[in-house]
């Protein structure tokens, strides 16, 4: 493999034992983390997938308990059943159908809700004006809260209750002074339908932020000379937006969204905290289920055939997202002269 | 200075007083918005169970008289749990920081100085580094039942070093990242002059290249520290009471106490307040970490 190697630029001839030697220290520690701790149980819980393995043991290893053999059975699930019955367990499953929904639900609205409302207020804080910098450092905080501590602090706010949270104070007396009798209340954590959007929101107050502060830094990095020439030839703020900003925003653009994607694809804090999947499984996403299934009820099994699922669709919306976005980015590349 | 001054008048005097309105507006409105509800957790945190529920209750003094009960509480009769809970935290974040810290600052500067060639994957340095990141964008669900079978197994659930391993793990690929950029913005004339001086590679790495990316080390440290002392589900699945972290003393509330709001409020502001004073006394650090992952990436 050494003989390979293209020449290193930077070892002179005293070097070159050395930097051989170096370049694996350098690289090697995280290497061995990530493949005793990723990659590992990557293909580790693969092979489980395959098992009935569930907590203390599986049928196999309790059968053989009970008939006193102990030796080479149960040991981090050597020793297992091969069993397709998860795959096919996963089909009939109505919980994960509709966790599987709720989660693409979180993903494709939240991405989408945290974007263009980022994109907006970057907008905003992209024109000078007295306090920016504070503005800015205003950004940071929601970003840097626990989510369970945002989720608990959504709770209050989402309580349908007029006397107990601000926002449901504030629906009655704006709705009632534009002429509703009672006031409307929502009912945000007890409705199948404003559950999940109850948490989509949690999810944006902490998360836009983010996306602001990136596409901000994106459009403070356009040179001013491109607005200028637009100006110049007669474009309209509109047209400078929609022509030249949005376009050269576009690799970043691309790149936050699949960030705040994958992300999304992992709730679970702020559901436990807000509704704890409920009601029925409307807002249950499909980590809150695996660690169920894990934890609650054991199915090692079954929970992993599902993290599986989860996999495959996170390695679906990652590839069909870089492959579309590439072709976006090359066609406005095109477009925009 | 003078011209960036200068630039600012020029540029606001040009504008139009209804759009400066609108912007502050704007501006106002996202700030309300975002600041809002910190204020209604200070608030709640001193309001007595029956302003709670009985409001809702805005100001200080004139809507109702805030009392110091809860933070009593949480430091006095709660102390203790307080006290460890906050520990754990601070030992698992700490400790993780550290570790990903040095091994995302060792793989960034082998990435950003060396050539590696995998022969048999046939992946060169950008393969390399796509593959680290691409590690932190694995669903955590996937790791669920493996690290509890692992931690089962080797005796580490419901310990520090089973929390700073897994946190260190889940930091490294977006440590190793941002490490990488920012060697490659370094330029290698220093180290290679005091290489000719006689320093070993080791001696340059940690005597002219570290103190210079400070800032870069700074922004990984933020960042590793905000995700160990944030997370929840494996703080929750592999800790069940000797290390538990705040987050998950505070999720359990619901469970163990009813839901006080008052205290919950005051249990929050202690586990978010500390960090958001470091964030934002780093600010800049943090700032430029994110655009050195997403701008340039």
């Known amino acids: 493999m050494s003989m390979n190697l293209p020449p290193d630029p930077t070892g002179g001839l005293r070097g070159v034992n050395e930097d051989r030697l170096m370049k694996r220290v350098f690289l090697s520690p995280a290497v061995i983390v990530l493949l005793a701790l990723s990659i590992f149980p990557l293909i580790w819980s693969l092979g489980i997938s395959f098992t009935d393995m569930q907590r203390g043991g599986s049928t196999v290893a309790r059968q053989a308990e009970a008939e006193g053999i102990t030796e080479g059975v149960g040991f981090l699930g050597l020793g297992f059943e091969l069993t397709g019955r998860n795959y096919q367990r996963l089909l009939g499953d109505g919980r994960l159908h509709s966790t599987v929904r709720n989660t693409m639900i ?4 939240g991405v989408m809700i945290q974007y263009l409302i980022g ?69 945000w954590f007890t409705d199948t339908g404003w559950a999940p959007v109850a948490i989509l929101i949690i999810d944006a107050w902490q998360w836009i932020p983010f996306m602001t502060l990136i596409l901000l830094a994106g459009m403070q990095a356009i040179p001013d000379d491109i607005y200028e020439a637009a100006r110049v030839d007669g474009a309209n703020a509109l047209q400078i937006f929609a022509r030249i900003t949005v376009p050269i925003l576009l690799p970043i653009s691309m790149t936050v969204i699949l960030i ?17 999947g409920g009601p029925g499984s409307a807002t249950e996403s499909l980590t809150l289920y695996i660690f169920e299934q894990a934890l609650s009820n054991g199915n090692y099994g079954y929970a992993s055939a599902i993290a599986y699922i989860l996999l495959v669709l996170v390695i679906i919306f990652a590839t069909i997202f870089l492959a579309v976005g590439r072709r976006w980015i090359r066609g406005s590349a095109s477009g925009a002269d | 200075m003078r011209g960036a001054t200068k630039t600012w008048l020029r540029r606001s005097s040009r504008r139009p007083l209804w759009q400066s309105a609108l912007l502050y507006a704007i501006v106002i409105f996202w700030c309300f918005i975002v600041l809002f509800p910190f204020y209604w957790l200070a608030t709640t945190s001193v309001k007595r169970p029956i302003d709670v529920s009985r409001g809702p209750n805005y100001v200080p003094y004139v809507d109702f008289q805030p009392i110091p009960d809860h933070w009593e509480e949480m430091f006095g009769s709660q102390r203790k749990s307080t006290e460890r809970h906050f520990r754990n935290s601070l030992v698992s974040a700490i400790g993780s920081t550290i570790l990903s810290v040095i091994i995302g600052a060792m793989a960034g500067y082998g990435l950003s100085r060396f050539r590696y060639y995998w022969g048999r994957l046939g992946w060169d340095n950008d393969n390399i580094a796509f593959w680290i990141i691409s590690q932190r964008f694995l669903p955590p669900a996937i790791f669920i039942v493996p690290f509890l079978l692992l931690y089962n197994f080797f005796g580490m659930v419901d310990t520090y070093a089973g929390l700073i391993i897994a946190y260190t793990m889940f930091n490294i690929p977006f440590a190793v990242w941002i490490m990488r950029d920012f060697f490659n913005g370094l330029p290698v004339d220093l180290e290679e002059s005091a290489r000719v001086d006689g320093a070993t590679r080791w001696q340059a790495f940690i005597r002219i290249v570290l103190p210079l990316s400070a800032p870069g080390l700074v922004a990984v440290a933020i960042f590793s520290f905000i995700f160990a002392w944030n997370e929840y589900l494996f703080a929750l699945m592999l800790t069940n009471f000797k290390a538990i972290t705040m987050p998950v003393l505070i999720a359990g509330q619901n469970n163990t106490r009813g839901i006080e709001w008052w205290f919950i409020s005051a249990l929050t502001l202690m586990a978010v307040v500390p960090v958001i004073i470091m964030g934002l006394l780093l600010e800049r650090f943090i700032t430029r970490g994110l655009t050195a992952g997403a701008v340039k990436g």
Do not use: C, W
């Open chain 1, 119 to 187: 994109l907006g207020l970057a907008t905003v804080l992209n024109q000078p004006f007295r306090g920016r910098n504070l503005v800015r450092v205003i950004f940071l905080m929601p970003m840097m809260m626990t989510p369970v501590a945002a989720a608990y602090t959504g709770r209050m706010f989402f309580d349908s209750n007029p006397l107990r949270s601000p926002l449901a104070h504030f629906l009655r007396e704006v709705s009632k002074a534009l002429g509703s009798e009672r006031g409307i209340t929502v009912p």
């Open chain 1, 260 to 276: 705040r994607g994958l992300e999304i694809f992992k709730i679970i804090d702020v559901v436990v905290v807000t509704t704890g």
């Open chain 1, 106 to 109: 979180y993903v494709f609205f």
